[in-house]
């Protein structure tokens, strides 16, 4: 019977149970929580990662996934509560509005996303008549622009050209003639556009003298004349020009000089106003100076 028990063997040494130095590593990694997740999780990871771009790699399979892509987001976006369907435009006169509806897109139903109302609001604020606008997609998938107009309140002669400009002094238009805004001030000169507010303040002042002024001319880009009927003209101050007019007004009130013949009222200095009689009135009061002076003489 063959013993069960294994006979030692001289040459053979002790059997060591430790693991081997890169089993001792390995095993010494295993315990580290990093090392595990990365094995468990990364190693995965690299090996979808390594078959996508295998199959990314190849051109048709590219041109394939933009393709589905570009679908899915045009399937997306072109859904019926994302779709405009028309456009309402208002706050402006019908020229305004005709020039805004020129702008914006003309075939509807188009998606929301193809719309970009931050550029189009941008646009419309950049016509002269508009100061400012509001774009946005209504409830109804209608194209909702609101235009606030620029009111104008005066016109300036620029050139040739009589523009609308309002309260700031910014154009809004233009016109043929002056006889189609007889309601608002005229101004010229260099400058007077930029200078509008006390353009205006002259203008509510003139008070019983409003009906017979013709305009307002900027002189030097430093002071103001006021043109008046029958040639009249008055001269007003760099400083001080509404209280200087107010002085006009009284005096005209006291005394009734501007329905004499009286061409310019300077009030330039206005310590010493002046007047200026027209060349008949002049001619006419020398010769009644000389016709005085020639009888003290024979006297």
Do not use: C
Not at 88 to 107: C, F, I, K, N, Y
Not at 259 to 277: A, F, G, H, I, Q
């Amino acid at each position: 019977m063959r013993s069960l028990i294994r006979r030692h063997t001289p040459d053979a040494g002790p059997r060591d149970p430790a693991p081997s130095k890169l089993g001792y590593r390995f095993q010494r990694l295993m315990l580290t929580p990093g090392f595990r997740a990365s094995v468990r999780i990364g190693m995965p990871i690299l090996l979808i990662a390594a078959i996508v771009g295998s199959w990314y790699s190849k051109e048709e399979n590219r041109t394939a996934f933009a393709a589905t892509i570009a679908e899915t987001k045009r399937s997306f976006q072109e859904r019926p509560q994302f779709m405009v369907q028309s456009l309402a435009v208002t706050g402006a006169d019908d020229a305004t509005m005709a020039r805004v509806v020129e702008m914006l897109p003309s075939d509807y139903p188009v998606s929301s996303f193809d719309l970009e109302l931050e550029a189009m609001r941008a646009e419309i604020e950049a016509l002269d008549p508009v100061k400012s606008a509001s774009v946005r997609v209504g409830e109804a998938g209608t194209l909702e622009v609101v235009l606030t107009a620029r009111v104008p309140a005066a016109l300036w002669r620029d050139g040739s050209t009589l523009r609308l400009i309002d309260g700031e002094g910014v154009p809004s238009g233009s016109v043929s003639s002056r006889a189609s805004r007889l309601d608002l001030p005229l101004i010229a000169g260099d400058g007077a556009e930029q200078h509008i507010e006390e353009a205006l303040a002259l203008y509510a002042g003139a008070g019983p003298l409003r009906e017979r002024v013709r305009g307002l001319v900027r002189m030097g880009e430093r002071r103001w004349d006021i043109v008046l009927d029958r040639d009249q003209r008055i001269l007003l101050p760099g400083d001080g020009a509404v209280p200087a007019l107010d002085r006009v007004i009284a005096l005209n009130d006291a005394q009734d000089m501007l329905s004499r013949d009286v061409v310019v009222v300077d009030m330039r200095n206005t310590e010493r106003p002046t007047l200026r009689m027209n060349e008949e009135a002049a001619a006419a009061m020398r010769r009644v100076s000389a016709t005085i002076n020639n009888n003290e003489a024979g006297n």
